[in-house]
């Protein structure tokens, strides 16, 4: 499955953004979706997670009550919700597809290009 980020961008301390991810091919929904993001001079690090129906949904401790997660399988698509949004969430942010519902990124084997989250303070 190819995998495309969209919606980054600048946004104010506080604010908010919803990013997208724009999957292709016809067994999107047999997957679990999840988000990850890397801020410069650091590790890939997990950010949220949802299972294939949208069930079940897990996120870092970082990013719990600010940052929500949800797909809709017809259109492809899985999204992030930032809200609350602070300078250290600054990062590229990247979807991933994999069979596994869980934090780790070797469970994912489908990665998108990355887009950029800036936070200014």
């Known amino acids: 499955v190819q995998l495309v980020e969209s919606g980054g961008g600048l946004v104010q301390a506080g604010g908010s953004l919803r990013l997208s991810c724009a999957a292709s091919g016809r067994t999107f929904s047999s997957y679990a979706m999840g988000w990850f993001r890397q801020a410069p001079g650091k590790e890939r690090e997990f950010v949220a997670a949802i299972s294939w129906s949208g069930g079940s949904t897990i996120f870092a401790d970082s990013v719990k009550g600010r940052f929500t997660v949800s797909r809709d399988n017809a259109k492809n698509t899985v999204y992030l919700q930032m809200n609350s949004l602070k300078p250290e969430d600054t990062a590229v942010y990247y979807c991933?597809?994999?069979?596994?519902?869980?934090?780790?990124?070797?469970?994912?084997?489908?990665w998108g290009q990355g887009t950029q989250v800036t936070v200014s303070s």
């Open positions: 991933a597809a994999g069979l596994g519902f869980n934090p780790r990124q070797r469970a994912y084997d489908s």
